[in-house]
């Protein structure tokens, strides 16, 4: 068992999804539609506690908003890490426009902010764009596919 608890992209209903089971395409228990992990997940100020402290593997959360343009040069870059770590590592995107409270929370001085937690807490920060993805591996140490 690797659970993660994820909202619905559709419904935004909590779903607990098994990351060894990934293969069997989970879906969500209330609407029925896919829940795909290969790609960032929105989370929000409401969502944030309940999804980090959920996760059983490392959690990699994107601070960002929408005028910022080296978090629009690094969102293709995170796409690719998600798709090639999946049921690894959950990687999850806040707009920091829509949820103030959390950046303010964690002390964010700029975007874009990564933060890796592992059990609930912050393991890691990167703050500024990373422009490779192996970049990313390093701030998540011991994952599988990542290339020394
Ligand atoms: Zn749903």
Not at 79 to 96: I, M, N, P, S, Y
Request: aromatic share 6%.
């Amino acid at each position: 068992m690797k659970p993660v608890v994820v909202m619905c992209v559709f419904c935004a209903k909590p779903n607990r999804v098994d990351l060894s089971r990934l293969a069997e395409g989970p879906k969500c228990g209330n609407c029925g539609r896919p829940i795909r992990l290969d790609r960032p997940l929105p989370v929000t100020d409401a969502t944030f506690d309940k999804v980090v402290d959920g996760s059983s593997v490392p959690v990699m959360v994107d601070f960002y908003a929408d005028w910022c343009g080296p978090c629009k040069m690094m969102a293709p870059i995170l796409d690719d890490f998600a798709r090639q770590h999946t049921g690894e590592v959950l990687v999850l995107k806040l707009d920091t426009e829509a949820n103030p409270a959390t950046p303010a929370r964690f002390g964010l001085r700029g975007i874009p902010t990564l933060i890796v937690f592992e059990n609930g807490r912050e393991a890691r920060r990167q703050v500024g764009a990373v422009q490779t993805a192996d970049l990313l591996e390093k701030l998540v140490p011991g994952l599988a596919g990542a290339k020394a």
